[in-house]
């Protein structure tokens, strides 16, 4: 082991133990490690006995974190996993009680305050936001990302975490904001992820991003030689993580790359001196570090889903023993008179205590709303008994529930529920009251478990106010990426937060030009080119959005957006949910679609999104003048969005708002873009004007189609303008390019069942879509693979043939 510690500069104003080596920090440091195994050892037990569902734990993992929690100061941020508990609690922002009450899933947010009880055990973070939903300071705090549990997704969110200090410190429009996000950009953004997790391709690809990036990252592998049962020689080239990343080692002449360190996970001053050590190159010069945490232990094995007998050796076992970093520290304090033996037993025993307190007292607070819950409903379900014809079936039903020890609420609304079938019919008194309260738990379940996948603060997008587009006499008409242009153009100037970012977004302005020319005038950080990496392009704007910027992220075609689709998906579209509105990411995310050339620049795979990123907003504008709208909507929210923009529709023209800069559309609000009597057709994007082409040509031959652009899939059609349609015209056909069943199933499901259309139809509902496969190359692949005139001709004069075959024969087949 390495020798004694000494002390650094102690002007760094420490987060945990800092760079001070005295006898008391490094107790200090061992009691929290201790006490964090005993809650490993206490939370399996728990799982075990039925009172929680589900364990995964940090034994074995503890010397390394408390020795990382020396390097933090206030103003860092972490992104990590599940096994970074005590990490957690040597920062101060985790007690050994909310430990527990996260592993019971405690609702209450007071007690829980990682996710209220929404994300399983370990999952950490902290609050990241005022009542009112604004930012509070971040520098004076450290901040945690909500962790999610897919391995490796935690990293594309770190390399905008750490990129963001790097645009805090260089650009001199950022400095107004700098009072609540950064001190000159000094903050370190710190990862940790498990050796196995490195096999993924997003570990690689965030490696890389950071590097090239140069971005303050300190990375920490926690590496214990398995990813469940899987070894590392399976998981790694070589088996050795050291030895493949050695290739991003920083060369001394360009200066790029990472700064690497191994250390073993047991060795509490080598852990010390190469954190410390690590971080303050990393702050200082913006260099990213890797350090890799090797021999590391997992005394209980992976989870409480199985044990690691089945796949450790008994050798394996016994070295794991033998090394356990608690142990190991406990004898280097006694070697180095540190503290005695007796010492440490004494604050052992003590530290068991309190341990077992802390689960106890997570235990009751958690029961206690519960057990109140349960006899009210109790009280509730004896005053039926009495008064009902059916009081035996209410008694058996009440007893059931009564000799559940430790009831759920599911149990109490299932008992309730029996209770008020068993009663169906009857007028006593007592049932009002028993379907007031349901009423009530339910308002208050809502609350708990489904509240804030959108926002609902006074930044709510939903909340922004319109603008109507205001056109001058003169208003120039432009190709409609320069009507883009000009939005972006005014964004970037308005908001100096506003960043975009992507595949050709910064020298050539974006492959259609919406940028061309910004990066001149703003920079090549305000505007900048990355890497072809979808995945760590949407990270990195996520992670730039929790601290207070606004990125623009762009997905160059829609096709590809299914490279970024799960980090959308896991990370972005949960994040507010998932700490119950405590964190918020309020990225946009632009790309284009629906129509070119070919399989992969004219796919529209919108059910595919729409079903997997909720907690989003999803604009399909049929133009560039309503996708400006919808940018200038979406900076002025704190929602994410996605916006889709028509491939083929940049060299159409369209006339330039004179307040292209400040106008803008409410979201979930469908516009008539053709009034007509006889069919609805519902449709978005670039089918808008294929609906407009064929529903002139059907104008021709006597029917009237109305044509309702949608706007925006999510949110739907929110005033129901849609059924209004369907009042008038008792028809209606769902139109779009992705595969039969996709979006247009999505919208016909809306209008029908949400907004009750089905009462309106006099004919059976239509959809018209693309083919099942991909589109075909060139114009005739286009024409028959995708809804064209002619067959949505052909469909709305179907529907009009059925209600009226001799006004409307079938004449072209
Ligand atoms: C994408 C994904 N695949 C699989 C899993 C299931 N899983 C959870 S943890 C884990 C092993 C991770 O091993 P490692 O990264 O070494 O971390 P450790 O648990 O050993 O600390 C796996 C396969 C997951 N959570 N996410
Ligand atoms: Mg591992």
Not at 421 to 437: F, H, K, N, S, Y
């Amino acid at each position: 082991m390495s020798q004694p510690l000494t002390d650094r500069d102690a002007s760094t104003a420490p987060a945990g133990g800092g760079s001070q080596f005295t006898k008391e920090s490094i107790l200090r440091d061992y009691r929290i490690a201790f006490q964090s195994r005993q809650a490993s050892l206490i939370g399996r037990k728990e799982v075990f006995t039925g009172k929680a569902k589900f364990g995964i734990f940090g034994d074995g993992k503890e010397v390394a974190q408390v020795a990382m929690a020396r390097a933090f100061r206030p103003g860092d941020f972490r992104s990590g996993y599940y096994r970074d508990q005590t990490l957690m609690m040597a920062l101060g922002l985790l007690t050994l009680e909310q430990f527990f009450a996260q592993l019971y899933a405690d609702a209450d947010v007071e007690r829980e305050p990682c996710s209220a009880g929404r994300s399983m055990t370990a999952h950490f973070s902290t609050c990241m936001l005022e009542p009112d939903g604004r930012f509070r300071s971040q520098i004076d705090r450290i901040n945690v990302s909500a962790d999610v549990s897919p391995t490796a997704s935690q990293m594309p969110r770190l390399a905008g975490l750490a990129y963001a200090s790097r645009l805090y410190r260089e650009l001199p429009e950022l400095q107004a904001m700098t009072a609540t996000f950064s001190r000159n950009g000094d903050e370190v953004a710190f990862g940790t992820i498990g050796n196995a997790s490195c096999a993924e391709g997003m570990f690689w690809e965030s490696v890389n991003a950071v590097g090239v990036l140069r971005a303050p990252m300190l990375l920490a592998i926690w590496d214990d030689g398995y990813g469940i049962s899987v070894p590392n020689e399976l998981q790694i080239t070589k088996g050795d993580l050291s030895a493949v990343l050695s290739g991003f080692r920083r060369s001394p002449e360009s200066g790029q790359g990472y700064d690497l360190h191994t250390v073993k996970g047991w060795d509490y001053p080598g852990l010390c001196e190469t954190f410390l050590s690590a971080v303050q190159v990393v702050r200082r010069e913006h260099v990213p570090a890797i350090v890799h945490v090797t021999e590391m232990t997992q005394p209980q094995g992976h989870s409480t889903s199985g044990s690691h007998e089945r796949y450790k050796s008994r050798e394996r076992l016994e070295w794991e023993t033998e090394f356990d970093p608690i142990r190991k520290m406990r004898q280097w304090m006694i070697d180095q008179g540190i503290a005695t033996a007796a010492e440490l037993d004494a604050a052992q025993e003590e530290d068991r205590r309190i341990a077992r307190e802390a689960q106890r007292r997570a235990w009751e607070a958690f029961r206690a709303p519960i057990d109140e819950e349960k006899r009210t409903a109790l009280g509730m379900l004896g005053e039926l008994a009495a008064q009902s014809p059916a009081g035996e079936e209410v008694r058996r039903v009440r007893q059931e529930l009564e000799r559940q020890p430790a009831a759920l609420r599911r149990d109490v609304m299932a008992a309730v529920h029996a209770a008020l079938v068993a009663t169906a019919g009857e007028e006593a008194p007592a049932i009002r009251r028993l379907v007031d309260w349901k009423q009530e738990q339910m308002r208050l379940n809502e609350d708990r478990y489904n509240s804030d996948l959108y926002s609902d603060t006074p930044q709510a997008a939903l909340k922004v106010a319109p603008v109507p587009a205001v056109y001058e006499p003169d208003s120039p008409v432009l190709n409609g990426f320069e009507v883009l242009n000009a939005c972006f153009d005014a964004a970037l100037s308005r908001f100096p937060n506003v960043i975009a970012l992507g595949e050709d977004v910064g020298k050539i302005g974006d492959v259609n030009q919406g940028f061309a020319g910004l990066q001149a005038k703003y920079g090549p950080l305000r505007v900048s080119d990355t890497g072809i990496r979808e995945t760590t392009i949407i990270g990195q704007a996520i992670g730039m959005a929790m601290r207070g910027l606004r990125p623009i992220a762009e997905v160059q075609y829609l096709d590809y957006i299914l490279y970024c689709l799960q980090i959308l998906s896991d990370d972005l579209a949960t994040l507010r949910w998932r700490t119950k509105g405590l964190q918020k990411a309020p990225v946009i995310v632009r790309t284009r679609g629906h129509r070119l050339e070919g399989i992969w620049h004219s796919g529209s795979p919108m059910a595919g999104i729409l079903n997997l990123v909720r907690g989003l907003f999803v604009c399909v504008p049929r133009n560039m003048t309503q996708a400006a709208g919808f940018y200038n909507t979406l900076l002025e929210g704190d929602d994410p969005g996605l916006v889709v923009e028509v491939l083929n529709g940049y060299r159409l023209k369209e006339k330039l708002p004179a307040n292209i800069g400040e106008f803008r559309l409410s979201l979930g609000m469908p516009e008539v873009v053709r009034e007509g009597s006889h069919v609805t057709v519902v449709t978005y994007g670039a089918c808008c004007r294929i609906a407009l082409d064929a529903a002139q040509k059907l104008a021709e031959v006597g029917i009237e189609a109305e044509v309702i652009d949608v706007q925006t899939l999510l949110p739907f059609d929110l005033q129901g303008r849609i059924v209004e349609s369907l009042r008038k015209t008792n028809r209606v056909l769902f139109l779009d390019e992705d595969v039969p069943g996709g979006a247009s199933a999505y919208m016909m499901q809306q209008v029908l069942e949400l907004q009750g259309g089905f009462a309106w139809l006099d004919s059976a509902p239509r959809t018209l879509t693309a083919k099942e496969h991909r589109p075909s190359y060139g114009s005739d692949g286009d024409y028959f693979s995708k809804p064209n005139r002619e067959s949505v001709f052909e469909a709305v004069y179907e529907i009009m043939h059925e209600c009226d075959p001799a006004a409307f024969p079938i004449f072209y087949r």
